[in-house]
């Protein structure tokens, strides 16, 4: 997975 | 989404709940830094710059509209309402807050997960985000007469952080993989600024006399 898409965190 | 994030996903709201409701219909904005709203009105819009790209959930996109659009409603407030920006404490509210928006521009630049536009973006807020408080945690100290209202806000603002790195142990030891320095380190040093402020908060509170930060 791309690093932004492993962010789900505000 | 484990027990801890929610909770603080929700503290966080409620702390901007908390300060809209003072700003809105106490129609004053005593206590509450200029400075530090300004910058969290930033740390936000660098964030969120993935909104429209790419969708994690219904509830991810609405959080992160709602703390967008309270930390720019707060700014208008502060510095354009008429009868609100009169009760803004100018004088004491002197942090030189452009100053750290400089050097956590430079950290996101070399300290990032991975060259893009985006991703030094979101680096430059987690870094900003960080130290987004200790203008507020100055004019705290230089308040004499800090209402509860404006305790309770950075209560829930700090609340927020602490679960944050309870919702992060949790997710080390249920997640495989997962591991992002740059939050963790960040988020420890923010939740550690609150030390000070905790600890006389939860004094008042237990000896029920009104919060006095000392110089």
Same mark, same amino acid.
């Given at each position: 997975? +791309?690093?932004?898409?492993?962010? +789900?965190?505000? | 989404?484990?027990?801890? *994030? #929610?909770?603080?996903?929700?503290?966080?709201?409620?702390?901007?709940?908390?300060l809209l #409701?003072k700003i809105h219909?106490i129609k004053s904005c005593?206590?509450?830094?200029?400075?530090?709203?300004?910058?969290?009105?930033?740390?936000?819009?660098?964030?969120? #710059?993935?909104?429209?790209?790419?969708?994690?959930?219904?509830?991810?996109?609405?959080?992160?509209?709602?703390?967008?659009?309270?930390?720019?409603?707060i700014?208008?407030y502060? *510095? %354009?309402?008429?009868?609100v *920006?009169?009760?803004?404490? /100018?004088?004491?509210?002197?942090? %030189?807050?452009?100053?750290?928006?400089? $050097?956590?521009?430079?950290?996101?630049?070399?300290?990032?997960?991975?060259?893009?536009?985006?991703?030094?973006?979101?680096?430059?807020?987690?870094?900003?985000?960080?130290?987004?408080?200790? $203008?507020?945690?100055?004019?705290?100290? %230089?308040?004499?007469?800090?209402?509860? =209202?404006?305790?309770?806000?950075?209560?829930?603002?700090?609340?927020? %952080?602490?679960?944050?790195?309870?919702?992060?142990?949790?997710?080390?030891?249920?997640? $495989?993989?997962?591991?992002?320095?740059?939050?963790?380190?960040?988020?420890?040093?923010?939740? =550690?600024?609150?030390?000070?402020?905790?600890?006389?908060?939860?004094?008042?509170? /237990?000896?029920?006399?009104?919060?006095? #930060? $000392?110089?």
């Amino acid at each position: 997975k +791309d690093a932004s898409e492993r962010k +789900d965190e505000l | 989404m484990n027990l801890f *994030r #929610l909770a603080g996903d929700m503290t966080h709201l409620v702390s901007v709940v908390v300060l809209l #409701l003072k700003i809105h219909t106490i129609k004053s904005c005593a206590g509450v830094s200029l400075k530090t709203q300004e910058l969290y009105a930033l740390v936000f819009a660098a964030r969120y #710059l993935d909104l429209f790209v790419h969708f994690v959930s219904l509830y991810n996109t609405v959080m992160k509209l709602v703390f967008l659009a309270s930390s720019f409603t707060i700014v208008w407030y502060m *510095r %354009r309402h008429k009868i609100v *920006r009169r009760t803004y404490d /100018k004088e004491h509210d002197t942090f %030189r807050h452009h100053f750290i928006v400089l $050097p956590c521009l430079v950290l996101g630049l070399l300290l990032n997960e991975k060259f893009t536009f985006r991703e030094v973006m979101w680096a430059f807020s987690i870094y900003l985000e960080a130290v987004a408080i200790l $203008p507020q945690l100055v004019l705290l100290q %230089r308040t004499r007469n800090i209402d509860n =209202l404006t305790a309770q806000y950075v209560f829930f603002l700090g609340a927020y %952080r602490v679960l944050y790195i309870f919702n992060w142990i949790y997710r080390y030891f249920t997640e $495989p993989h997962f591991v992002h320095w740059i939050s963790w380190i960040a988020g420890i040093v923010q939740t =550690l600024l609150y030390g000070d402020f905790f600890y006389y908060y939860i004094l008042s509170w /237990k000896n029920n006399v009104k919060l006095e #930060l $000392p110089a």
